[in-house]
């Protein structure tokens, strides 16, 4: 849906990857960050109300802010949803997304049903194994291994540079 970083460009929304897979029995759809001005494209390719989770790599705007937007379109569509939709992201996800949908205070979102990413510990969502591993980043931010099958895609979000020669990272520092 958009890769634009830091900012949406006239044509370009932030980072939001749609990843479907049908399991033999129906199709599967999760989306890899939901970025500031990706809702629309999004509806391009697939009913939002058709997801089946949300997997946030961190909680900049670039990579989360939409969401807020989805939780609007969910109770207050044409077709509002009738099932909570996981949304998966670092600790503090479910806070983090209320203080940013609420306008005087923070305001959970309805709809939604929060859980939070832990390094190397793997989550199941349909016919995909997720295994978020920590990343380098300002803020806490997950890599996100998805596997399908005998497919495997890997998603970085954002992570800072390789180390430099002889300096070691340690997994999920910074």
């Known amino acids: 849906m958009g890769c634009s970083g830091s900012v949406p460009g006239p044509e370009a929304a932030a980072s939001c990857y749609l ?73 503090g996800v479910a806070e983090r997304m209320a203080r940013v949908h609420g306008v005087r205070q923070a305001e959970p979102l309805p709809g939604f049903r929060f859980g939070e990413l832990s390094h190397g510990s793997p989550l199941r969502i349909g016919p995909f194994v997720v295994t978020p591993y920590a990343v380098r980043h300002p803020v806490p931010a997950f890599g996100l291994r998805l596997a399908c099958g005998d497919a495997v895609l890997a998603y970085t979000g954002d992570t800072d540079t390789c180390a430099a020669p002889g300096q070691e990272w340690e997994v999920g520092a910074g």
């Open 19 to 91: 990843v479907t897979a049908d399991d033999g029995e129906r199709r599967w759809r999760v989306l890899l960050d939901l970025g500031s001005g990706a809702l629309g494209p999004l509806q391009r390719h697939t009913d939002p109300l058709a997801l089946d989770a949300v997997l946030l790599s961190h909680l900049h705007p670039d990579h989360c802010l939409d969401l807020s937007g989805l939780s609007v379109l969910r109770r207050h569509g044409p077709v509002p949803a009738t099932t909570d939709l996981p949304v998966w992201g670092p600790p």
